[in-house]
């Protein structure tokens, strides 16, 4: 008989957790502090927005070949463009607890930043929904920037990617916010 693939490495018990007294900003886990969707039904629908960005760093001879045009695998920030946007677009599909979001709009730019030998990746998405669209910007940066790599990956095995965030998030009850 073949062990076991995987091993459980939480302690199992028959009683659920008591019940937090304090209110947690976990708001993915619930009373007995299992995982699950919150519940978004009661939220008015309102614009929402979020900007996220990213870079990846590289060979100078690499950001290069991005900005003359001439990696074997093409147009490498127009594919890393396209990549992005279905990203965002399938998102709540990579990230368990994430809801299915009516995306409006993403807007992705790139921009090469030669002095730094790297290349920023910029996400705005917007959506018209009862819950924010951070998430969407996030994966739609990543996804950009892994699609950079993979087609730059043959020249350049040893690019980073860094700085992933949010820049700033507008709509729903918590209001705008931006990063400093």
Known sequence: MAPPRFRRLLPVSAEPPPPSTSPSPLTHFDAQGQAHM????????THREAVAEGFIRMQPATVSLVAEGRAKKGDVLAVARIA????????????????PLPITRVAVDFE????????????????????????????????????????????????VMEGVRVLEKRG????????E
Do not use: F
């Open 38 to 45: 919150v519940d978004v039904s009661a939220k008015a629908p």
């Open 172 to 179: 729903g009850k918590s209001g705008p916010w931006r990063a």
């Open 84 to 99: 992005a946007i279905q990203g965002a677009k399938r998102t709540a599909e990579l990230v368990p607890l994430c809801h």
């Open 112 to 159: 090469l930043d030669a002095a730094a030998s790297r290349v920023r990746c910029e996400a705005r998405v917007e959506t018209v929904g009862v819950t924010g669209v951070e998430m969407e910007a996030l994966t739609a940066v990543q996804v950009g920037l892994l699609t950079v790599y993979d087609m730059c990956k043959a020249a350049d095995r040893g690019m």
